[in-house]
Each structure stands twice: as structure tokens, then as C-alpha cells.
């Protein structure tokens, strides 16, 4: 969070239209990223796909780096406010379980392509960008944290026994999926993220407190 307060603090600031170019030209980055991968986009590709001179790009990014940090941060947020309606309310089997069922559904409206958007960008970038590095781990921490606030209200509403530990459950179930999608990336099938996700899901209901 620090280095993303400290790219917030350099930014120049921005009029309504300037906000909007700006906008514009993370949005097609970041298309272009996840399609094509950040060492397979150039700074051209973003200008022409933004319909940008360089001047103008130029103007928000000073350099490429500072161009794939804003990707970062927002393909962080379009995947979390995708899934808000489903991961504000994770505080059920069943809702836990149709978070599930909507992760596969989507990749498989993607015929499993592209895995992760965050993932695809912390595989890439994790050894070769401290700072992106930092940003995709503060990105993961969001999303498990909100996980882990689905369980942990479980837990306290009796739904989930005692011994059950919120935060390695929640750990536990974001690797499970991960993992799941990087294999069906690969495989260009689903049953890989499907078998993750199912034995990541019986593992929390080992913890159910009715049936137990």
C-alpha cells in the first residue's frame, strides 16, 4: 500500500477530461496485458489502442514501469468489484460455494483464456518488479481478506466450529484457486480449477459445526 500511496502522491493532478484519458489508456493497457503479456505490449500498442499521441502518453506515464503499476492497481480492482456481490457476502456454505460455481462459469465464458488477470501479472512481474511485486501482494491481501471475512462471520454465527481458523481457511482456498486457474489456463479446460476448488471447499466444510 505504501508505494501505492507514494505513485498516487507523483501524479500530476488531473481535469474531468484529463481523468478520463488517463482512464482510457489504463483500461487498454490493461486488455493488452492480459492478452498479450506485459513484455509482449509495447508502448506503441497502448497509444495506438487508447487512439493517443505519445506526447500524450508521454503526459500520464513518464515511463513504462509507471504505466504497468497503474495496470496493476487496476486490474486489482476490476477483479475484486467484479466478484463484490458474491465476496461481500461469503458468510455461507452456499454462498461460498456460488462464488465457486461463478469462477468456473467465467472461465469457461473465457474458454480459459488468460487465467488470472492478477496472477498472469504476478507471474510475469514478481521477480523482475519490486514495486509491482508489492502492489500484486497487497492486491492477493485485499482478496483474502475478504474471504477470510466471509469465514470468520461463519465461525461467530456457529456455522463453522471453534478450531476452524478463518485466515488459513481463507489462505488456503485463494492458493486452491489460483492454482486451479493457472493448470486450466495451460489445459484449456476447467476441471482442474473445479477439482481445486472442490477439494479446497471440502476441506472447509470438514469444519462444518451442524453436520459435525
Given at each position: 500500500m505504501?508505494?501505492t500511496?507514494?505513485?498516487?502522491?507523483m501524479r500530476?493532478?488531473l481535469?474531468?477530461?484529463?481523468?478520463q484519458?488517463r482512464?482510457?489508456?489504463v483500461?487498454?493497457a490493461?486488455?493488452?496485458?492480459f492478452e498479450?503479456?506485459?513484455?509482449?505490449?509495447?508502448?506503441?500498442?497502448?497509444?495506438?489502442a487508447?487512439?493517443?499521441s505519445?506526447s500524450?502518453?508521454?503526459?500520464?506515464?513518464k515511463?513504462?514501469?509507471?504505466?504497468?503499476?497503474a495496470?496493476v492497481e487496476?486490474?486489482i480492482?476490476?477483479?475484486?468489484?467484479?466478484q463484490q456481490?458474491?465476496?461481500?457476502?461469503l458468510?455461507?456454505?452456499?454462498a461460498?460455494?456460488?462464488?465457486?460455481?461463478a469462477?468456473?462459469?467465467l472461465q469457461e465464458?473465457?474458454?480459459?483464456r488468460?487465467g488470472?488477470?492478477i496472477?498472469?501479472l504476478?507471474?510475469e512481474?514478481?521477480?523482475?518488479e519490486?514495486?509491482?511485486?508489492?502492489?500484486?501482494?497487497?492486491?492477493?491481501?485485499?482478496?483474502?481478506?475478504?474471504?477470510?471475512?466471509?469465514?470468520q462471520t461463519?465461525?461467530e454465527?456457529?456455522k463453522?466450529?471453534?478450531?476452524?481458523?478463518?485466515?488459513r481457511l481463507?489462505l488456503?482456498?485463494?492458493?486452491?484457486?489460483?492454482g486451479?486457474?493457472?493448470?486450466t489456463?495451460?489445459?484449456?479446460?476447467t476441471?482442474?480449477?473445479?477439482?481445486?476448488?472442490d477439494m479446497?471447499?471440502?476441506?472447509?466444510?470438514?469444519?462444518?459445526?451442524?453436520?459435525?
Amino acid at each position: 500500500m505504501e508505494t501505492t500511496n507514494r505513485n498516487a502522491k507523483m501524479r500530476p493532478r488531473l481535469t474531468a477530461k484529463g481523468k478520463q484519458t488517463r482512464t482510457r489508456i489504463v483500461a487498454e493497457a490493461a486488455a493488452l496485458m492480459f492478452e498479450h503479456g506485459v513484455a509482449g505490449t509495447t508502448v506503441e500498442d497502448v497509444q495506438r489502442a487508447a487512439r493517443v499521441s505519445a506526447s500524450q502518453l508521454y503526459h500520464y506515464f513518464k515511463e513504462k514501469k509507471e504505466l504497468v503499476l497503474a495496470v496493476v492497481e487496476h486490474q486489482i480492482d476490476e477483479v475484486l468489484e467484479a466478484q463484490q456481490p458474491l465476496l461481500s457476502r461469503l458468510d455461507s456454505f452456499e454462498a461460498l460455494q456460488t462464488w465457486c460455481d461463478a469462477i468456473v462459469a467465467l472461465q469457461e465464458q473465457r474458454h480459459c483464456r488468460g487465467g488470472c488477470p492478477i496472477g498472469s501479472l504476478a507471474s510475469e512481474l514478481s521477480e523482475l518488479e519490486p514495486e509491482a511485486r508489492d502492489g500484486l501482494a497487497a492486491g492477493f491481501a485485499r482478496w483474502e481478506a475478504r474471504i477470510r471475512a466471509g469465514l470468520q462471520t461463519m465461525r461467530e454465527r456457529g456455522k463453522l466450529a471453534p478450531e476452524a481458523d478463518p485466515a488459513r481457511l481463507a489462505l488456503g482456498l485463494l492458493a486452491a484457486l489460483q492454482g486451479g486457474l493457472l493448470l486450466t489456463q495451460v489445459r484449456r479446460e476447467t476441471p482442474p480449477l473445479r477439482a481445486a476448488l472442490d477439494m479446497a471447499m471440502g476441506h472447509i466444510r470438514s469444519f462444518d459445526a451442524i453436520r459435525n
